[in-house]
């Protein structure tokens, strides 16, 4: 639940240091500074509506058995400092432009925010149908396959990623500002081959209806559904 939050709150703080520095923030900072507060917040918001009153994480769960009395330790580094760190690369465009004065918004930066919304439509809009779904108590154990999710089996991680791609195209301008590629490198990577796609799905694989979904749906970015082979 901390994740989205973490994001605003170090942007808040280069934003205050900037402020306080320079008396006034440049229009790209202050673009970057309303995108990434309005997904952190609303990211933040979403989990911690989703987990209320549920018990810990099943993924937690597990390592915190597993790892026994290393637990405490062995959490520290391998999620808080690595969650941390992961932070530090995703919001590497940001800084750049959280610490430069680069100027007026252009044909680049307009294009950036076009990437931006349509990556938080996507994730905003999946996790609204998600949620919908969830709470019929008719879909009990069922996949959502309608929506968004008939074209991906995870908009909302694909929107994710857009989304930091957009924040990229936006800081592309200020000086060293492909050094910002890291940050979407980094999240489409993580979300596609560590902890997105892989570690949810390893949750679902063998379950006939999420087979049957996983062969005529893509993985991450949205497909038309492909047919169904005839038998």
Known sequence: MAWGLGFVLVVAYHLAR???LHQALDSRQLLLAVLITIWGTRLS????????????DYRYANWRQKWGRGFVLRSYFQIFLLQGFFMFLILTPSLLVLRSRSGQLKWLEILGVAVWLAGFFFEAVA?????RFKQNPENRGRIITSGLWKYSRHPNYFGESVMWWGIFLIALKTPAGWLGIISP???????????????????????????AYRSVTSAFFPLPPRKKART
């Open 127 to 131: 996790d609204f149908q998600l949620r």
């Open 185 to 211: 490198l980094t999240i489409t990577l993580l979300l596609t081959m560590v902890s997105g796609v892989p570690l949810l799905e390893k949750k679902y694989r063998g379950q006939p209806e999420f087979e």
């Open 45 to 56: 918001w979403h989990i911690y509506r989703r987990n209320r009153g549920k018990p810990e």
């Open 18 to 20: 900037e402020s306080l």
